[in-house]
């Protein structure tokens, strides 16, 4: 057996969710799939930063344009592997009888207001061909699970739920139970509240910021509110309410996976309450760094987050105000919420997450 895999997104130099998602997994699979004959397909121009199993090779596609579903699906027309693996959503348009592909959220039809119309017409299209044509559908939730049974009227004994997990590099950076670390992150002289991801309307970056107001107004508190991850959609509007608010809010763009540890470690509180996700790790992520979080209380957030995050109302301003001054106002909730997190995260796991996919792949 031959095992094609769509690598193109994992080597990215700057991966964020589905590239992470996509480097993980990968990377992860040489333990189950080490004595399996698997060729890795990537751009040209990219190159594996991992050690390979000696059956794995690379196989580098050159395309200045529509590199899935030109250079790919020529490549599986003429030399088609077995199975195809592809991990970031998009099957192209020729590929094996045997293709499985993840998909790791609907967020564009269930919050169509945070997209381009033609970012959602081109998602619309990639996921529910790639869904349809795939032997099988890993989705990444129960909640992506479901928005594909109702939303694309996907059979649900073709979807398998396989969660993400969560890197060992956040777990050994990760404090001891009960301590918290003496520095600051980022050169801060205050403490601060942590917000990381993509800085885009569905992330509900205007609410996080309208709460920290409500907590700097009621409350006083000492706080600023750091904003890690690059502008996307709608970033106009959050860039609008930045400059009109007078208090600390610091930009700090895209980071480098050693900064973000240290920003999580010294931050008071994680704020996560967005307005939709397919699985949200960065929520593991903080609760393994040690961090009480404030998530939303819709779509995979509860059932990722467990008992280990406070889950407020993302369409409530001040219920996200309220759920941070919680935390930052009770020891006994925040040693709790930081307890349960830590127990939460043993749940998930990369190698966990491969050898369901090897399963699949095999199967």
Not at 321 to 335: I, P
């Amino acid at each position: 057996m031959v095992i094609g895999i769509d690598a193109s997104r994992a080597f990215l130099k700057r991966r964020t969710g589905i590239e992470e998602y996509s480097y993980q997994v990968i990377s992860a699979l040489r333990g189950p799939l080490g004595d399996t004959d698997v060729v890795l397909y990537i751009r040209s121009d990219q190159s594996v930063s991992f050690d390979l199993p000696k059956r794995w090779r690379v196989r580098k596609l050159r395309a200045p344009r529509f590199w899935t579903q030109i250079r790919l699906s020529f490549e599986m027309l003429f030399h088609p592997p077995d199975v195809l693996f592809v991990p970031a959503h998009t099957v192209p348009l020729i590929h094996p009888a045997r293709t499985i592909v993840t998909v790791h959220g609907l967020e564009y039809e269930v919050f169509p207001n945070g997209y381009s119309l033609w970012e959602r017409l081109y998602m619309r299209f990639s996921i529910r061909f790639s869904t349809r044509v795939a032997k099988r559908v890993i989705a990444v939730s129960e909640n992506t699970r479901r928005d594909l049974v109702h939303l694309y009227g996907i059979p649900t004994e073709k979807i398998s739920v396989v969660y993400e997990g969560i890197s060992e590099n956040v777990k050994r950076n990760a404090p001891d139970a009960g301590s918290r670390p003496d520095e600051t992150g980022a050169g801060s002289r205050h403490p601060y509240l942590l917000f990381i991801g993509r800085l885009e309307e569905r992330k509900n970056i205007a609410r996080i910021i309208e709460a920290f107001g409500m907590l700097k107004e009621k409350y006083g508190i000492p706080h600023e509110l750091m904003l890690v991850g690059k502008p996307g959609y709608g970033y106009e509007k959050i860039s609008g309410k930045i400059r009109e608010t007078r208090y600390g809010i610091r930009e700090m763009g895209y980071v480098s996976e050693e900064e973000k540890f240290a920003l999580l470690k010294n931050a008071d509180v994680f704020l996560f309450p967005t307005l939709y996700e397919g699985f949200g790790l960065p929520v593991l992520e903080a609760q393994t760094a040690g961090v009480p979080v404030v998530t939303s209380d819709r779509s995979s957030l509860p059932e990722i987050g467990g008992e280990g995050a406070l889950y407020a109302d993302p369409s409530s301003t001040a219920d996200i105000a309220e759920k941070t001054w919680k935390l930052l106002s009770s020891k006994d909730l925040r040693d709790d919420i930081m307890e349960k997190g830590r127990g939460n995260v043993r749940r998930f796991g990369w190698d966990r997450c491969a050898d369901s996919i090897a399963a699949l792949l095999r199967g």
